[in-house]
């Protein structure tokens, strides 16, 4: 198609003589089509190639192989040939990729624009944010004001657990950039002895998060904190680098046992109610991995993060995610596990927090969540 053929045909008849021999070219183009029709008596195949060249001089028309067949126009390189159609690429940036749209523009057009889309249309959310150890645009919490919400929690040590609480709700509202945020504001509010054990504490809450949130949620936010410790600490990351799996040794069978005993203490006398529910809808599959996966392999190793630190951090995950039945579960979870009422209310309060900063619904309203107010009694 010819690019500026538009409501109009336009016949070019050329002829050429070479001895004995005439060529006769006709080229008829409109929108829809470009033809040849050749009638020769004896055509060189190099004439009608000549003749093709000074009637279609223009890039982006039609050009002709040796066989006489139409193929797709390609860029000619010749000298004089200044009209030169330019692509221009609206990038958006995500957590795992980029995705892109290309859009093909005359470069006299007068509405293109040099502007990336992603820049002429900032968001808050995570997406937009990158997880190379620092922010395209700047994190939207203010981590000081999360602290003290737990009680005796108004430091940042490797006893506390707000920080735990925090980036697992992080993860839950997609902010997972954030996590990395979360780490710089950490490393200036605490000595750096304590820095390791603080930094596998929050890696340990966003891995076990990664099953209730999502697992790419999970590895972005992983990423963006391995990103903030090496850009920040070198060191500590080095220290952490070299790590091992505290779950690969162990035994499908320990895996099975321990995670039937977590899972137990969670449920208590709902266990097999729980998992029997399960059962029924995935065909005996979903309470198998619950049991054996998420709980057994995933959540009952607790040298890093402990019974009380690991329910309540499903609790928030289900919390901020506001899904009632589950949420529900956990809660009471936590209380099975030995964690007081002003505990959990100060979890609620660090998810509220968080979500009331990003702009988001406050988490848990409504009568499905009226469950909330019984930890006054706890």
Known sequence: MFPYARDQLLRQLTRRQTGNQTAICHVSHSRRQAATAVRTNGLIQGNMQMCLRDILPFRGCARFSSTGRARA?????????????SCRRDRTSTNLGTSQSTRCASSSSSSAS?????????????????????????????FGRLLGHIPDQNVVSPSTTWYVVAAAALLAFHEEAAVGAL??????????????????RIRESCLKSSVLVGFP?????????????????????????????????????????????????????????????????????L????????????????????????????????????VPAQTKGHFFGCKNLGATGPQVDGAIEIVREIAGQLDLPRPGSGDAFGFLAKTSSW
């Open 287 to 322: 309470s198998y991995y619950a049991v054996s996966s998420v709980y057994g392999d995933l959540m009952a190793e607790m040298s890093i993060l402990n019974p009380i630190e690991t329910v309540m951090l499903e609790f928030v995950c289900c919390l901020a995610d506001n």
């Open 73 to 85: 126009p390609r860029s000619d390189s010749r000298p004089g040939n200044s009209v030169k159609p």
């Open 217 to 285: 949620r999970g590895i972005n936010g992983l990423s963006a904190l391995q990103a903030s410790i090496q850009s920040m600490s070198p060191d500590i990351a080095a220290i952490l680098a070299a790590d091992t799996s505290l779950r690969a040794p162990v035994t499908p069978e320990d895996r099975l046992s321990r995670g039937k005993k977590f899972f137990s203490q969670i449920y208590a006398n709902h266990t097999d109610r729980v998992l029997n529910a399960m059962s029924r809808s995935s065909g005996g599959d």
């Open 183 to 200: 780490w710089k504001y950490i490393a200036g509010q605490c000595e750096r002895e304590s820095q390791v054990a603080i930094a596998r």
């Open 114 to 142: 040099s502007i990336p889309a992603a820049a002429a249309s900032p968001s808050s959310n995570s997406s937009d944010r990158s997880l190379n150890g620092g922010e395209s645009t700047p994190c939207p919490i203010d």
